[in-house]
């Protein structure tokens, strides 16, 4: 039975993240090819994580407030893979902008969701949340491999088809998710009154962290055409990334055996602040490529320990609003902001001076990493403190 129920939440991961695989690097190819301008095309694509994490907090407000999270969850993807249809027909910039903004906004919920529900159960599903989200990751590259040779074949038209193919299998698959939400309704508290001292500070570090991701995420093969690299350097470093990224996730319970999660937090922050300064500084091909295996910490390390804190500083009954609380913070607000702040300086400092700034922003980072952690030290003191006369009574 547990086997059963794992296969289903690998599942829903796998077709969770595949469309992902495609929509990133050939939406925008298909865009251009319907005669998008630049701007349009970046007004698209800058508006997903603003829309997607902002919504996502009402809807969790709803799951958490009235536990109708895998109700919500199923007509969510339901309703936002009837979207994808769309974009088989329309054409225009502004019916264009209306569908993706509709898909945003239906689709924002889903990953926060799933991620609630798998903690919610993941006792039930053998207790290893990183072997079970790696797989997302695993079909993230998939689908963005399988992307080129159907692009090449049937033109970059094929591009909406392949985004909505995997859709109907993933609303069947997140239909058979755990549907028990953990707790009471009446001790439910809304997102935006869960800030705790310890949340508070772990959501400045994911916030910082993901701020610091701007260069990379936008501007690495400007950086690498900058350095005379080859244009497949590009494309190594991020499956060298993404591929780290998998290795650590799978590796992610013996990690957090031997580390706390406000530690693997702060070494997560140390890594990253490395990476960056050593990518501003690094011109051979080689090191360029190899130091973006980094990012398993970078991201795949941060999000462990980032799951596991949620589960504890989060009340049960709020699980649903802390993943999107944490989704808003730092990929929504941090993840556009980095984008933003990159593109704002790489012109005045080139693309080697944003990444040795962004090392910086990552150091600045463990001021917040170690406010958590000293917070967290005194909690696991105290409650060892309260358990430890109870013990002691029990045994006389």
Request: proline share 5%.
């Amino acid at each position: 039975m547990r086997r059963d129920r794992r296969r289903i939440v690998i599942l829903a991961y796998v077709l969770l993240f595949a469309g992902g695989g495609v929509w990133m690097p050939y939406f925008p190819l298909y865009l251009s090819h319907l005669g998008f301008t630049g701007w349009q095309v970046g007004m698209i694509f800058g508006l997903q994580p603003a829309l997607r994490w902002t919504s996502a907090i009402g809807w969790a407000y709803a799951a958490d407030r009235w536990r109708i999270r895998h109700q919500l969850l199923v007509g969510a993807a339901i309703a936002g893979a009837l979207c994808f249809l769309g974009l088989l027909v329309v054409r225009s910039f502004a019916m264009v902008l209306a569908v993706t903004a509709a898909i945003a906004l239906l689709h924002a919920p889903l990953i926060p969701m799933v991620d609630a529900a798998v903690m919610d159960h993941l006792e039930r599903l053998g207790g290893d949340y990183g072997r079970l989200r790696m797989w997302g990751s695993i079909a993230f590259v998939a689908f963005a491999v399988i992307g080129a040779p159907l692009v090449h074949a049937f033109s970059v038209q094929i591009v909406p088809l392949v985004l909505l193919l995997p859709l109907p299998a993933m609303v069947i698959a997140l239909a058979r998710l755990p549907r028990e939400q953990r707790g009471h309704a009446k001790h439910f508290r809304a997102p935006w009154a869960l800030l705790t001292p310890p949340l508070t500070a772990f959501l400045a570090s994911a916030f910082l962290i993901q701020l610091s991701c701007g260069a990379f995420s936008g501007f690495f093969a400007l950086h690498t055409a900058a350095l005379g690299l080859s244009d497949a350097v590009p494309g190594l470093a991020w499956g060298c990334a993404v591929a780290a990224e998998v290795a650590i996730l799978f590796a992610g319970g013996r990690i957090l055996e031997r580390v706390t999660p406000s530690q693997l937090v702060i070494v997560s922050l140390l890594v990253s602040a490395t990476r960056w300064a050593i990518t501003a500084w690094a011109r051979d091909q080689t090191l360029v490529v190899l130091l973006q295996m980094t990012h398993a910490f970078t991201f795949g390390a941060f999000h462990l320990a980032a799951l596991l804190l949620l589960s504890r500083l989060v009340p049960p009954e709020s699980s649903t609003g802390g993943q999107a609380l944490y989704g808003l913070v730092a990929f929504g607000i941090g993840g556009s902001s980095g984008l933003a702040l990159a593109g704002a300086l790489v012109d005045r400092i080139g693309t080697a001076g944003v990444f040795g700034f962004e090392a910086g922003v990552t150091l600045l980072g463990l001021v917040p990493a170690l406010w958590l952690h000293r917070l967290m030290r005194k909690t696991e003191i105290a409650v060892a403190t309260v358990a430890r006369p109870r013990r002691v009574a029990a045994g006389g």
